[in-house]
């Protein structure tokens, strides 16, 4: 297949890229490189013969019918976003315009080649999303592909309004659309911005390692080459118009988390004392979503996937990333608000 991937040099989008191609497929990384995106997520495959790079913005309508031109693509993967939650409450303008605008105009760029191409069956359109979506949960169950959505934030409000966009291109149109829903993604290529790189960066530089409110916060923790893995799965085996909720199977509060991290450093990079003397509780972020989990049982029982990495492995194998990757993440330290405290509202 030919699969124009948006978002490939972001993290998840680069992990997807560089699978596709270990697998063999054809991969159009389409990107605009805005603050969050490295080229050097994808450099192990930039000379691949199988692979092309195309800078372009998905707001941008004209752009994206030039690419589905040029490139004819089978498939579109669509993981660009912006995706930041504490980015979204200080300035959620990006949000709507990239998540909400950005998803609409590929929609209408990916409709308008399958027209022209006779409407084929085999086309796909592949909108990856966010369980937060859902909103909150409490201290038991789970979300299903039937939860409603009730999202809480900017971000989650800006991928919701994606997400129903993509079920109405579905039954409006007849655009043959696959929609996956994932939990909270781990791994190498982090950007430094987010809470696993946050406390590994901090925890190396003898800083302060900031946990919101009482680190009570759940999240089920998704290894995101495991994620990777999923997608393609969905996009080569998912029934048209369903949605699959991806999850790693691995609920743990954020200082349990935390704590994780810090005894794998504790092991692998030992300091005068133990690294969780860094941690420190910070005023929590406004509206901070209490739990998530997700009921992975339509994907496991429909298209046989489940994880293959627990937590443990997982973050043990990123620790090892970061550790052996300092000249990777030393560069985008020097980017906008990288290291800040954002979110405050």
């Not at 159009?28 to 995106?37: G, K, M, P």
């Not at 999850?247 to 988390?257: F, S, W």
């Amino acid at each position: 297949m030919k699969l124009l991937i948006t978002g490939g040099a972001g993290f998840i989008g680069s992990a997807v890229v560089r699978l596709a191609i270990a697998r063999g497929h054809q991969v159009v990384n389409l990107d605009a490189l805005t603050y969050a995106a490295c080229l050097e997520n994808i450099a192990s495959v930039a000379d691949h013969p199988h692979y092309c790079f195309e800078q372009a913005d998905i707001r941008n309508r004209p752009a994206l019918e030039t690419v589905f031109d040029r490139h004819q693509p089978d498939a579109v993967m669509h993981l660009a976003a912006e995706s930041h939650v504490d980015r979204s409450i200080d300035g959620p303008g990006d949000f709507i315009e990239t998540n909400i605008t950005g998803t609409y105009n590929l929609l209408e760029a990916a409709r308008s080649f399958w027209m022209e191409k006779n409407r084929p069956d085999s086309f796909r359109f592949h909108h990856i999303s966010t369980d937060e979506v859902f909103g909150s949960l409490g201290p038991t169950g789970q979300f299903t592909e039937d939860t409603p959505y009730a999202p809480n934030s900017p971000y989650s409000a800006s991928k919701a309004a994606s997400d129903h966009l993509v079920r109405a291109w579905s039954e409006t149109y007849g655009l043959p659309v696959v929609l996956t829903n994932c939990s909270n993604n781990y791994g190498p290529y982090h950007f430094p911005e987010k809470l696993v790189p946050v406390v590994i960066l901090r925890a190396l530089a003898g800083q302060d390692i900031p946990v919101y409110g009482t680190g009570e916060n759940v999240r089920d923790w998704l290894y995101v080459e495991d994620h990777a893995d999923a997608l393609l799965h969905v996009l080569q085996n998912g029934q048209l118009g369903r949605s699959y909720n991806i999850g790693g199977e691995n609920e743990a509060t954020n200082l349990e988390l935390v704590h994780l991290i810090c005894a794998i450093l504790d092991k692998k990079r030992p300091g005068s004392t133990p690294y969780r003397d860094l941690i420190r509780f910070v005023a929590d972020r406004p509206g901070h979503d209490l739990r998530y989990a997700i009921d992975p049982t339509r994907i496991r029982t429909e298209l046989g996937w489940r994880p293959s990495v627990t937590l443990e492995e997982g973050m043990e194998e990123t620790v090892e990333w970061y550790l052996n990757n300092e000249p990777w993440w030393r560069a985008l330290q020097t980017r906008d608000g990288v290291g800040q405290r954002l979110g405050n509202g």
